[in-house]
């Protein structure tokens, strides 16, 4: 008697096993970015810095994207000859955003949006104009550029498919076990 139960209650355990449902799996990265963030150090008046960046959404769908610009400096981003900042798309050459540093920083800029497995390249110029003059001379300033996309911060995986049955297989198993063992017990009692 005590095998019968042994081998009921092994194979409840394996159906369990074999029935519970395994959740799709999900890419941790959303998008590749290179360089992943640009810092740019101040030009010296007349004087430009260029740079490229570009980015890969890595998933089948559509994302958005976004450029998120931070930076700090005191001198050079006020007064009456600022840092002036301009972003084209790179293969259109469309203008982004043309204006003052200070204006573009702590703003994000939100970007085309990028299809599944698409590249997006944009290029960037910071210009100190040439009329500034030895007020500027040796400030310094930090921007930053980073691409963002909004689903980055999503940590909920409720819309992944569950793949498998329910849990309703579960169940089932443990009734089955439950009326073996209740069945095994009331025959034992019968016959003693």
């Known amino acids: 008697m005590k095998k019968r139960m042994i081998i009921i209650l092994g194979v409840a355990l394996a159906a369990g096993a074999v029935l519970a449902p395994i959740p799709a799996a999900a890419s941790g990265e959303l998008i590749d970015a290179a ?5 740019l150090a101040a030009p010296a008046p007349g004087q430009s810095q260029e740079w490229t960046m570009s980015v890969r959404n890595l998933t089948d ?4 994207i976004a ?20 972003l084209t798309e790179t293969g259109s050459g469309q203008p982004l955003y043309i204006g003052t540093a200070a204006a573009a920083i702590d703003e994000v800029l939100l970007l085309p949006t990028l299809a599944g497995h ?15 003059g030895n007020e500027y001379q040796e ?10 996309t909004s ?7 409720s819309g992944l498919a569950s793949t498998g049955p329910s ?3 579960w169940l089932w ?14 025959r034992r009692r019968r016959t003693s």
């Open 67 to 86: 450029l998120a610009v931070s930076g700090s400096a005191e001198r050079l981003f006020d007064g009456p000859y600022p840092l002036e900042l301009e």
């Open 167 to 169: 849990v309703w297989p």
């Open 151 to 157: 689903a980055d911060d999503a940590s909920d995986e």
């Open 61 to 64: 769908g559509e994302l958005p």
């Open 173 to 186: 198993a443990a009734g089955i076990a439950f009326l073996a063992g209740t069945v095994a017990l009331i």
């Open 139 to 148: 400030a310094t300033g930090r921007l930053s550029f980073e691409f963002r």
């Open 35 to 39: 360089p992943t963030l640009v810092e």
């Open 118 to 132: 698409a590249d997006y390249e944009l290029s960037g110029s910071v210009t100190l104009p040439s009329e500034a």
